[in-house]
């Protein structure tokens, strides 16, 4: 985007003191009030939609689930269940059910990420350690669960690979209990400390009709009254069988995104539980064909940034035609670029982190300077011998 | 379900003066053909419905295969899809485009979400969005080459050093 020129311009980013990831944000400001906004992503794409064409649809599961670090399970259940609605394949009740609470698990784990992120942008480093101690709990579940505590890879083409043991749930259930009465705290916390309050309210604030025009969507959206959650719209896996209610707050400010956040946390831990309690009986898989019948599919899912899509084009043979994938980050960038005006530069950091931003979910590419010198830049080969090397 | 298909019915009536043709891939989805020219007025048609949010754009490539000796060489094309969601109904506008004609009207000025997306298209699939604002590049790099869309189905990387691309 454009700037105006005949402002004071403060380029932040790629590499800035906001966020952790990269993006290059331009805030041109009068004295110390923002009065215009404009972002440039990228920094982190790597191709994966045309990687996707490349690859069979069972590497692309994989793939899929490497979009993103923080919510890879939502994004290889939206790519299963694209393909599986392609195939026309029924999935058992209990890997549905499975891959309902892996994601909510997830969410979870998302949420209180966020919240440390938040809280460390406002200054507030004592929830920040907090908030990511006690996320170990629930990385742990995950952990215990999958035997990974980032790419869980639950999913399989046709089912899941895990199966939920009576020993797992009651470990899941004991850790659920700590995270329930932790998050507690975590709501005292940023609805009494005045600190916390002075950064949060009234900060950002979108009205609910401006949510809507910007398209705002997931947390972001519902902290300003917009009740829309895929989840509940248009339930997938199980969620008509163990429903969650959508938290919605009327503030629209920053303070509210965090009510809001918090508030589904325990809504997750709740629909967890049921499911724990109730969890269907049968198979954990069925067969998906290795040729996926020519078509094209719509999967929607709620990740825990809002609505994520994916488009998937099928031309019947081992490898799709076409994999698109609308991540949530994407929408919201809008919001923050229209909301920034009129606010101070200090707060710029908050705002950005109240979307939640995910940059490997915005960016999918990876640049590669290809000097055939640079020791930096290692063949495949060399590094697969190096590893071989390494733990020998 | 009972929603989902009557909002379903309900676009379909708002669209069916823009429609070429119209399908139900799936109970939840309708797609509708629709000309170029009649983009942004069956965007309008929609969004004066207040029927959903558009959810994405999405280019598909579809390069024409070699025609067979003495057959006319068809041309190849790039479809465009516009996403539009209402509770777990989707409606798809899909407009097909031909090389030597990629050009659409932005929608940006009625559904102002659409601006990333079709700044996304033109960057990826080469599709010329006239009245679209943005210049320069959104995700790729500052020294992608010019005229090298890496969505679509002729570009599979760079074999050979780019002239003049910093580190190549």
């Known amino acids: 985007m454009t700037a105006d020129t005949n402002k004071f311009v403060i380029p932040i980013g790629p590499q800035h ?19 215009g906004a404009s972002v440039r992503l990228g920094y982190v794409h790597r191709g994966i939609e045309k990687g996707a064409e490349a690859r069979t649809w069972t590497q692309n599961l994989y793939l899929m689930e490497r979009i993103c670090g923080i919510c890879s399970h939502v994004h290889a259940t939206a790519y299963t269940l694209g393909v599986e609605k392609l195939a026309g394949v029924e999935v058992p009740p209990r890997a549905n059910a499975i891959r309902q609470l892996m994601a909510e698990l997830e969410r979870i784990h998302s949420h209180m990420l966020w919240l440390g992120v938040a809280a460390h942008e406002g200054g507030f480093d004592t929830l920040f350690m907090y908030s990511w101690r006690d996320r170990e709990t629930v990385m742990d ?50 609805t009494t400390d005045e600190t916390f309050i002075g950064r949060t309210r009234d900060i950002g604030t979108m009205t609910t009709e401006k949510a809507e025009f910007l398209g705002a969507i997931g947390p972001t959206a519902r902290a300003s009254g917009v009740a829309r959650d895929i989840r509940v719209d248009a339930p997938y896996l199980t969620y008509d069988q163990f429903p969650v209610k959508v938290m919605t707050h009327t503030s629209g400010d920053l303070h509210g995104r965090f009510i809001v956040r918090i508030h589904e946390t325990f809504e997750s831990i709740r629909v967890i539980r049921e499911i724990l309690d109730h969890i269907p009986q049968g198979d954990l898989t069925t067969r998906v064909p290795r040729r996926i019948p020519a078509g094209e599919a719509v999967s929607r ?43 101070k530069l200090a707060d710029m950091p908050m705002l950005l982190s109240g979307i939640d931003p995910c940059f490997s979910c915005n960016d999918r590419s990876i640049r590669l300077k290809r000097g055939q010198q640079d020791p930096q830049v290692w063949s495949w080969e060399k590094l697969r011998q190096y590893g071989i090397e390494y733990y020998r | 379900m009972a929603s989902t298909i009557g909002a379903l019915g309900a676009a379909e009536a708002v669209l069916k003066p823009f429609a070429t043709a119209i399908n ?22 929609l969004v004066d419905e207040s029927w959903g949010y558009l959810s994405a754009i999405v280019g598909l490539d579809r390069p024409a295969q070699l025609a067979a000796e003495g057959m006319s060489q068809p041309e190849s094309a790039i479809d465009v899809l516009y996403l539009f969601c209402s509770g777990a109904a989707v409606v798809t506008l899909r407009i097909t ?52 869309y890496p969505l679509r189905k002729s570009f599979t990387g760079f074999n050979q050093p780019v002239a003049g691309a910093e580190g190549a």
């Not at chain 1, 003191?17 to 009065?35: C, M, Q, R, S, Y």
């Not at chain 1, 004991?174 to 005292?188: S, T």
């Not at chain 2, 139900?24 to 048609?45: F, K, T, Y």
């Open chain 1, 17 to 35: 003191p906001a966020l952790k990831e990269p993006a290059n944000f331009e805030f041109w400001v009068d004295g110390e009030i923002v009065t």
């Open chain 1, 141 to 190: 579940l995950l952990e215990k669960i999958s035997g990974n505590k980032v790419h869980y890879s639950a999913n399989l083409l046709g089912g899941v690979k895990f199966d939920i043991t009576p020993e797992l749930a009651a470990e899941v259930h004991k850790g659920l209990d700590f995270l329930e009465e932790r998050n507690r705290f975590y709501l005292k916390v940023v």
């Open chain 2, 97 to 148: 485009l031909s090389y030597s004609q990629a050009v659409i009207p932005t929608i940006s000025g009625i559904a102002p979400t659409a601006m990333l997306y079709e700044w996304e298209l033109r960057e990826m699939f080469g599709v010329e969005v006239v009245g679209l604002r943005v210049t320069g590049h959104l995700i790729l790099a500052d020294d992608w080459p010019a005229g090298v």
């Open chain 2, 24 to 45: 139900r891939p799936q109970p939840e989805r309708l797609e509708v053909n629709i000309h170029p020219d009649n983009l942004l007025a069956a965007v309008r048609a």
């Open chain 1, 301 to 343: 899912v709620e990740a825990p940034r809002g609505e994520l899509l994916y488009f998937i084009a099928s031309n019947g043979s081992e490898k799709p035609e076409r994999v698109k994938v609308r991540t949530p980050s994407l929408c919201n960038w809008s919001t923050v670029l229209s909301l920034a005006i009129g606010l």
